[in-house]
């Protein structure tokens, strides 16, 4: 058993930003941001998962104590970040290294939740972050080696994502904020289910999709192609620190079919953390393990 527990359901795990704004770059783009805690906490960056904005954030209630700035970012599409068309993963890294110059923010931990977790190591291999986390993180899972270990749904998907990807994204456009929170609910396990429909967290998590959603499913589309093909980077080539989170009792079929571990094979030096107790929702139930070996 992980020994800082499993914590209980509590509100203000989901308070809504301090303070919410837009960085503009180079190319005339516009990043959005949410950020809690002290504006002199050091700073960690958090790429949300599927479809949601950057304003549902995790662990309110320790930033202060942990001294942390925990700045939430938006993909290209949603939320308040503009649209870029035939972005790839590798375009992220090169954002995220701008944003984090136009900010001042210095060497800078990431945190990739569910589909942010393609995002963060994409930022890991160009080396424009410190370290990641990633947390019931989505594995490559076009990876030939894990093709067998996929639910033959999920399989036969990832082979028309391959096969056809405009095809696909045109599929993933069809989606929108209420119809991804149901397959969210759908793929979750019981102890998910009771995080996310609590109704403080139901309320932030519906509100962060719709924010997500704000401008269509473009930017979920684009998302899902991305995190669904092979990586564009060399997962052996990462250098900084990595630790991978997954909860036992996680039964999302897009996350890891092996909890991590054939991720944590591939990346050098990578630590994976297997809580036998905890779901997919881990990020809000083991916050504080979380951060603190992050910020180590």
Not at 126 to 136: D, K, Q
Not at 197 to 206: D, E, N, S, V
Request: charged letters at 25%.
């Amino acid at each position: 058993m992980w020994p800082f527990g499993h914590n209980p359901v509590v509100p203000q795990w989901v308070t809504r930003p301090c303070r919410r704004g837009k960085t503009r770059l180079a190319n005339g783009r516009s990043l959005g941001w949410a950020e809690w805690g002290d504006e002199r906490g050091r700073p960690v960056l958090l790429f949300p998962g599927a479809g949601t904005s950057a304003s549902l954030g995790f662990g309110v209630e320790i930033l202060d104590r942990l001294e942390v700035r925990l700045i939430g970012v938006d993909r290209p599409g949603l939320g308040l970040s503009d649209p870029a068309p035939g972005r790839t993963l590798l375009d992220w890294a090169e954002d995220i290294a701008e944003l984090i110059e136009a900010r001042k923010l210095g060497p800078t931990p990431a945190i990739g939740f569910s589909q942010g977790g393609p995002f963060a190591l994409a930022c890991a291999a160009a080396g424009v972050v410190r370290a990641v986390a990633i947390v019931s993180g989505s594995d490559e899972l076009a990876a030939p080696e894990l093709r067998e270990r996929l639910p033959a749904e999920l399989r036969a998907l990832i082979d028309q994502v391959a096969a056809e990807p405009e095809a696909a994204e045109q599929f993933f456009r069809e989606l929108n904020a209420s119809r991804l929170l149901q397959m969210i609910l759908d793929g979750s396990a019981p102890e998910d289910r009771g995080v996310y429909q609590q109704p403080a967290f139901a309320a932030a998590l519906r509100r962060a999709l719709d924010e997500g959603f704000c401008r269509g499913a473009e930017g979920y589309a684009r998302d899902t192609v991305l995190a669904m093909s092979r990586w564009p980077f060399d997962l052996g080539s990462i250098t900084i620190p990595v630790d991978l989170w997954y909860g036992g009792r996680d039964e999302s079929p897009v996350h890891s079919p092996d909890f991590g571990e054939s991720l944590a094979r591939r990346i050098p030096h990578a630590r994976r953390t297997l809580i036998a107790e905890a779901g997919g929702s881990l990020l809000w139930t083991h916050a504080a393990p979380i951060l603190m070996r992050l910020l180590i």
